[in-house]
């Protein structure tokens, strides 16, 4: 991937480095609400559901946001700021893919956005070490990045990249930047209220439609890293694509679940089979038209 002639984002904090903030941590809030959202998820998908989302990835853009009772934009986590100069423990390569490919996906967003004659409003992204605090409860690396729509922020260890690479082989900056432009994809679910559409449609359905929908959800921010793709070719070299299909296909829910050592059960899956993922960030990328990701199918 070629990201020399991208200009970085400044909508980025550096948290690393600071000691865990975890649950009682930076900023003094309360408990967070990962027991509530965790209780939720018990309740909705089983204690199989539990296991998933704290394997799996971005899970806390499932059930953050809109009508849940979360609270304003103005949590301990963006009262938090950045990380004092020496006490970072960012890599400058991994600063360098994470604030280029943020500025990029802001640049094919706003041009999108400006098409429908609307204004885009970028997402924050927040890098941390140890654990940390969002405005969607606890940070914490074993939950992969993830969007927290109360705060409208994007959460990313970069730890995750390296696990990214050994533990699901998917290695390669598209594949990392794939990741990124999919945790965008949620952000733009939210500018669109299509998140909050998702939540109602939740809220009066079945335990397997409300994780149908929830597929949806996931395999259209999928589609959304596609368009960015495909909407900045000159970006891409040869073998990204296969990359990122590669990293699509490795954080499926199917593969997960087998590398957890069970037997993928469809109606658990929130994220999407492997093939799921890979076909719909085709859709992205061959179309680069984000009305093309209705993976929703007319169900809201
Ligand atoms: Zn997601």
Redesign the pocket.
Known sequence: MRLDDEQASVNFEDRTGRGGGGFGGIGGGGGGFLPLILGLVASRFGIGGVALLLLG???L?TFGGGGGGYGPVNSPAVQAGQAAAGQSTLDPAARELLTRTLGSTERRWGELFAEAGQRYQPTTMVAYSNNDRSGCGAAQAAMGP??CPADQRIYIDPTFFQELQTRFGAAGDFAQAYVIA??V??HIQTLTGISDQVRQAQANASRAEANALQVA??LQ?DCYAGVWAARDRNLLEPGDVEEGLRAAQAIGDDTLQRSAGRVPVPESFT?GTSAQRARWLQVGLQTGDPNRCDTFEGRL
Do not use: D, P
């Open positions: 990835y971005c899970a853009s993830f969007y999919h945790e994809g949620h959800m996931e921010a994220h």
